[in-house]
């Protein structure tokens, strides 16, 4: 594609016209050649988005949540773009949902925009990419950025963390206050949402995640606050986006939107730096040479130590051989 | 340490003694210098232990349902290894529930061994270090090892993808194939347990799971069993070690037990070879150096592919001094 095609796509994508500006998400999800071009055009003008993580066990109802959220932003008139990130299965490679059946009833409203993506690639590909794909949305204009995961594992908290503010979401059956710390949760939620809070036991799952917070050391002044919330019914979601709201005025008084602005930006520039390194392996060392040093370790005349450092020595003679020629 | 009192360290590990075996088990999460010495001696030792991995939602009493396992083995006669990968908090950074106070049943029996892990370590560390853990436990001559993660997320499968083979423990409430198949589980279970079976909708769970499973395009001869358990009273425990072994024997005659670990093996060393450049990335760019870095991306001078760009332009221009030096 010739630049001034390039240039074309990157002028509609920030003017937030849909068509390109979708174009422009495959092409960051792709890793296309000509997405660098793209992503810094749109990280110069990102920062304006909101951008909220939604993260908690599957069956949690995160997608109706999630869907409800957006009709309640818009109502207060806020444009709002929804990333789902889908699960890649390990034998297809593909996300599961598509475009998420369940978010149809948002389809149609141009202030509204939703992007599933697959979670696919090495080391920090998925939380980099989900944060490329915040900044073109928060780019081309979008005010408030829903980030939801599947799972609750490491890597489905380092994507939740890519966002300004996370709320966990857990249903009455999720058990008591120490499985949620069980999996982590508790240090990272600004906001917990207990939904379905029409079947039994939900005033028992607060009481249980309160009583859990209160345990932690208190690591700011904020208190964060825990809604029962039915998102099938629509109840308890103007609450929430209240909450969310709340927490943003309260990280931008005190600097904490700042601070954690940055912590994200060092764990995103430490992760690129990773990929690139890794590509740099790759071009050095041929598979071919890989999967030999892999037969020596499977037949156990070398262990995976021993083969990793002569796998890591190849590289660098070679990028020396680079240098002297 | 002089190297008379490693090789002591080594010998007595390979013998299966069990302080020394503790303290070996630290040098490998802590990555003591010596560390290398004894993963080397245990890997040439290691392959004969049939390793399990166990996986499934927070909440789903995995840990009851190992401890029934480990009970169970041991009355065979099997000697066997827990490993219990616990999450770290991203603030606090250690293991939460130590030791498994669960799992005190077991204690003062020598054929059992009982280890936590942190979930700790940028990149593949977690994984790698589990799979270190265990060619230890192997090397010192312990058949089953059992391997617990807590959550379902994508670095939890990397644990349990460590094992050659693994079983997803879902409840009743666990929610229909859809939700199971959405975290990505439907693609690693050798095996499905529907533990508190005791409890509504444990049937219709079963029926739900082996629906999906059908769903699927067959990737092999070996049919998943979807198996009914209460662990807290023992029930069906002895059934899902039946279908352990059977796994075993399966993947034995068809050749499938070399070709996973050799996939296992392939991941363990990208793994290790991607800590070994970070690790000399990081020799070479001084934390200042990244810092103000990040200062310009913070301040939009700078995107964060041009940072990521100078930073191994700068670690390259370094690795070329010394070279040249």
Known sequence: MPDFAVQDLISRTLAGERVPLARALSWVENEHPQAGALLDACF????????IGITGPPGAGKS???????K???????TVAVVAVDPTSPFSGGALLGDRVRMVELAGDPGVFIRSMATRGSMGGLAVHTAQVCDVLDAAGFQRILIETVGVG??????????????VVL????????QAMKAGLMEIAD???????DRDGADRAAFAVRSALELRAPTSEWVVPVELAVASRGQGVDTLVERFEEHLRFLSAGGGLERRRRQRLAQRLEDMVLDAMWAAFEDRVSDAERQAMLDAVVRREA????????LMHLAAERDDAALLD
């Open 303 to 310: 262990t995976p130590r021993q083969a990793a450092e002569r």
């Open 44 to 51: 110069e003008r990102s920062g304006r988005a909101f951008r």
């Open 64 to 70: 109706t949540l999630v869907t409800q959220l957006a």
């Open 171 to 178: 249903v009455p059956e999720s058990g008591d206050g120490v």
């Open 72 to 78: 309640a932003y818009r109502s207060r008139g806020e």
């Open 154 to 167: 490491q890597s489905e908290l380092e994507v939740a963390q890519t966002a300004d503010s996370t709320v």
């Open 191 to 197: 906001v917990f949402a207990i939904n379905k809070a």
